[in-house]
């Protein structure tokens, strides 16, 4: 499995400015992704992260609002423009398995926990 | 619509009790992975189990197992001897073997009673 980790692991943010989230990988992945969990809901995929190329988007997200770097294979960001309240959730980060295996295995961050006031 | 459901949005169980949680899930595509995560109050997703649609025999792993119904489109997670370490929530999820993109279903609080 790889170990992920994500800075910052929460933050409090006024409305209007723009937060970054760091997700950093011990080992080189292909498969990147974002995820927002807001308050007592399930996982929405926010975009696949992909290294070389511009970010791919699900509907409902866009990209001037969710800006995503993937500079190379171990590291991405996220970041969440104009904040709102309706912004406040988790956002987690995940990585498909190294393990080659025959199913897409996704191992996640420990997640950033966003308030917007 | 390649959509993931959990009627349950809670469920309870005494401790060393079964409790199945129960998936469904709709999708166009004949090559596709289940998942079932588990989500602690600490928010960490962890990998509970996983399955492989062209695979008929049920996963298994330690104390929990899995119920796929292929042509019902139903997944479900049984966990045999509950722990309190297994109270969290559980998140169904359906794979794409073209995108790895996951669709996960609504969660399920388990509550396990001492």
């Known amino acids: 499995s790889a170990v992920i980790s994500q800075k910052p692991s929460r933050d409090i943010c006024q409305r209007g400015t723009s937060l970054t989230i760091q997700c950093q990988v011990d080992?080189?992945?292909?498969?990147m992704f974002w995820y927002r969990q807001q308050p007592g809901q399930s996982l929405t995929l926010i975009a696949t992260a992909n290294q070389g190329s511009e970010a791919t988007y699900e509907s409902g997200f866009v990209i001037d609002k969710f800006p995503i770097s993937r500079p190379n294979l171990t590291f991405s960001t996220l970041t969440v423009s104009n904040m709102s309240p309706e912004d406040s959730s988790i956002y987690l980060c995940?990585?498909?398995?190294?393990?080659?295996?025959?199913?897409?295995?996704?191992?996640f961050g420990p997640g950033t926990r966003l308030t917007v006031l | 619509a390649q959509t993931v459901t959990q009627s349950q949005p809670e469920m309870s169980v005494q401790e060393a009790e079964t409790v199945t949680l129960s998936c469904t899930y709709d999708?166009?595509?004949?090559?596709?992975?289940l998942f079932w995560y588990k989500q602690p109050p600490s928010r960490q997703m962890i990998l509970v189990i996983r399955?492989?649609?062209?695979?008929?025999q049920n996963a298994t792993e330690n104390r929990f197992s899995v119920n796929f119904q292929k042509a019902a489109k139903s997944f479900s997670l049984k966990i045999s001897d509950s722990q309190l370490g297994d109270a969290a929530m559980y998140f169904c999820a359906r794979g794409s073997s073209n995108t790895g993109k996951l669709i996960f279903g609504q969660g399920t609080t388990l509550q396990v009673k001492p």
């Open positions: 995940s990585v498909e398995s190294l393990a080659g295996g025959p199913f897409n295995e996704q191992f």
């Open positions: 399955q492989e649609a062209y695979k008929q």
């Open positions: 999708t166009s595509e004949s090559d596709y992975y």
């Open positions: 080992s080189q992945v292909t498969m």
